[in-house]
C-alpha cells in the first residue's frame, strides 16, 4: 500500500521495493538450505513446524509458511506439518497435498529436515535430543531464531534464517 500510494505521488520507492522484494524471497531460503544439505528434495520428507502466521492464532493471510510449502511440494518433497491451531485452515490451502501430524514430534517422525516457521511456545521447548531421536536426518531451520545456535548446532545441523551464515 504504500509503494501505491508513493508512485500515485509521483514518487519512486525503490527502497521500499527492494524491502519487499527480501520479504518475499526471504522465507525460500529455508527451502535453499534443505536443497543444499539433502541435494534434490525429490521424495524428501520434509517437516513444517508452525503454519499460522503468528502465535496463538490460526491465521494464515500472508503467512510465510505458503509460499515454503509450495515451493518444496514443486521440488518433489514430502511435506508433514503441524501446528497447534491452523491444521483446520492450513487443509483449506492444502487440501491432502500435505500430511497433518497431531503433534512436533509426531511431525519431526523420519523427517530428513525441519523447517520452524512459527515460534510457538510448544516449539520453544523442543531440545536438540528431541530433534535427533525423531529424525532421519537432523537437519533444523530456525525461521524465527528462537532455539540457541551455540547449542543446537553442536548436536544436529542447524541454521536460522537471518543469522548470516
Known amino acids: 500500500m504504500l509503494i501505491a500510494c508513493s508512485k500515485a505521488f509521483g514518487y519512486s520507492p525503490e527502497l521500499l521495493e527492494s524491502v519487499e522484494n527480501v520479504n518475499h524471497t526471504q522465507p525460500l531460503k529455508a527451502v535453499e538450505f534443505c536443497k543444499q544439505q539433502l541435494g534434490d528434495l525429490e521424495g524428501k520428507n520434509i517437516a513444517i513446524l508452525g503454519l499460522a502466521f503468528k502465535p496463538d492464532t490460526d491465521d494464515m493471510r500472508e503467512a510465510r509458511v505458503v509460499p515454503i510449502i509450495n515451493e518444496l511440494l514443486k521440488e518433489g518433497a514430502n511435506v508433514t506439518a503441524y501446528d497447534p ?75 536460522a534464517i537471518g543469522l548470516g551464515n
Open 85 to 159: 491451531v491452523a491444521i483446520t485452515v492450513a487443509k483449506t490451502i492444502f487440501q491432502n497435498k500435505i500430511q497433518y501430524a497431531k503433534s512436533a514430534l509426531d511431525c519431526l517422525k523420519n523427517a530428513e529436515a525441519a523447517i520452524l516457521v512459527t515460534e510457538w511456545e510448544e516449539f520453544k521447548k523442543l531440545t536438540p535430543e528431541d530433534f535427533v531421536k525423531n529424525m532421519r536426518h537432523p537437519i533444523l531451520i530456525d525461521g524465527r531464531r528462537i532455539y540457541s545456535p551455540e547449542i543446537y548446532s553442536k548436536k544436529l545441523k542447524f541454521t
